[in-house]
């Protein structure tokens, strides 16, 4: 059994970022360590057999587990990520039939159409930041396909107004202060659209976002309050904008490798998908996911009383040399098997959580974030631009990650 800290861990939390578990690991020599954190005793785990107790209900529960920061900026109060067993179920079912269906390639379209008309703007200009554009790109892509009203003028608020949200959930600076603002804001907008849609005031096409949120009924039967359906629409369209953090990614890993900006070109779609993969692999994003025991439980010789804290370190997970070999080198052929992209394990490979997400709480925008990127990635690498000095540096202690400078393009031609 590992001592028990007496300290609240969320300041170190918070400064070490995604060092923090790992290194509470390398100093404990085990897998599983106790912690504090949010004021709460916790117990930190890693890996698929970690993973699966986790994403085991009957240990962990998300209701009222998550800290009110990151309710208050990522999610919003009353999302799915808050939900637990037949409430969860029934409101989750309606992401699954949203994202994980036939509808993805649609937003695929919408996305690489609004790529291709930017490309052309970005040859006009002297330089650009490759993360906001593609914010932008997305946003008008995913606010198209999910029949978010939104002009041409709206657009460049609206894209920050979504990353803002995803910037701010981890940390005390001011762009903390600024997400919860913006969500009070954006919350407020789009519920006054879920009521026209409800009050036939505005038509939307059937099948989208809008019109299924607006009309989806909640495990007691009811329609959710337009503040909550606003929550949900505001989680399939913000993070579908956080794929620019990946895009960025993506860019730093062509310019750190670039003998991976051929094959990519070529349009070899197993190989993009596996550059994806790795890109989403290697790169820090989601830190860690966690909830709350309901009752006693023990996990490797661990005891977790209840109401404990129980974390997994996804982005620890990505890096156990035991999943994946050489796990700090970037090599996007780790998930190919011949010329096809191999089977991905349900616990493996966990940036966006793990398990199944038809049943449990895994991110049911993979299809999207993967189709998205994979896309994305073959038109940066097509495009012809240079990277005038900058700092490019990609800091660990700050979450979530980014390149310090957004990546900024200069001399871009369109490929
Ligand atoms: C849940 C990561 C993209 C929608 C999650 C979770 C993570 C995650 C770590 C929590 C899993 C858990 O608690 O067990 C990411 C990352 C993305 C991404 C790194 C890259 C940008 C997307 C996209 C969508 C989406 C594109 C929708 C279009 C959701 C929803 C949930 C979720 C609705 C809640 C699922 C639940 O609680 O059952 N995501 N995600 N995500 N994600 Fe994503």
Not at 144 to 167: F, G, H, I, M
Not at 168 to 190: D, I, K, N, S, Y
Not at 352 to 365: E, F, S, V
Not at 371 to 387: N, P
Request: net charge neutral.
């Amino acid at each position: 059994m590992t001592r028990r800290p007496r300290l609240d861990q969320s300041i170190a939390m918070l400064a070490q970022g995604y060092a923090w578990l790992p290194d509470r690991r390398r100093a404990a020599g085990r897998d599983t360590v106790r912690t504090r954190v949010a004021l709460r005793q916790a117990l930190a785990v890693e890996g698929p057999a970690g993973a699966r107790f986790v994403y085991d209900e009957d240990h962990v529960r998300r209701s009222g587990a998550l800290p009110e920061p990151v309710v208050s900026t990522l999610f919003g109060h009353g999302a799915v990520h808050t939900l637990d067993g037949e409430a969860h179920r029934v409101r989750k079912a309606m992401f699954v039939h949203l994202l994980m269906g036939e509808g993805v390639a649609a937003l695929v379209d919408r996305v690489t159409t609004a790529w291709d008309d930017a490309a052309y703007r970005w040859a006009q200009q002297e330089q650009v930041v490759l993360m906001d554009e593609v914010a932008r790109v997305l946003a008008r892509g995913v606010c198209d396909w999910a029949a978010v009203p939104l002009t041409e003028d709206e657009l460049p608020a609206l894209a920050r107004d979504l990353t803002t949200l995803v910037d701010g959930f981890a940390t005390g600076a001011p762009r903390h202060w600024r997400a919860r603002r913006v969500r009070q804001r954006r919350e407020a907008w789009l519920a006054g659209i879920v009521e026209e849609v409800r009050s036939g005031a505005r038509a939307v096409p059937a099948g989208s976002v809008l019109a299924t949120v607006a009309a989806h009924r909640d495990s007691d039967g009811e329609l959710l309050e337009p503040r909550v359906a606003a929550v949900e629409v505001l989680n399939v369209v913000r993070p579908t904008v956080a794929v620019s953090w990946f895009v960025a990614f993506a860019a730093h890993a062509l310019h750190r490798w670039p003998a991976h900006r051929e094959r990519l070109r070529s349009g070899d779609a197993a190989f993009a998908e596996a550059f994806a993969h790795e890109v989403r692999r290697f790169y820090p994003f989601a830190p860690f996911i966690g909830g709350r025991s309901p009752r006693e439980v023990e996990w490797d010789g661990e005891r977790v009383p209840a109401g404990s804290m129980v974390l997994l370190d996804l982005w620890g997970t990505d890096h156990d040399p035991e999943l994946f070999p050489e796990p700090w080198t970037f090599r996007p052929e780790r998930f190919l098997a011949g010329d096809e992209v191999r089977e991905i394990g349900a616990w493996e490979l966990v940036p966006q959580g793990a398990g199944d997400p038809r049943t449990g709480h895994r991110c049911p925008g993979e299809d999207v974030t993967v189709s998205l990127l994979s896309a994305l990635a073959v038109r940066l690498a097509r495009l012809e631009y240079r990277l005038p000095p900058q700092d490019l540096r990609i800091s660990l202690s700050r979450i979530p990650a980014r390149p310090a400078s957004g990546v900024v393009l200069s001399g871009v031609r369109a490929g």
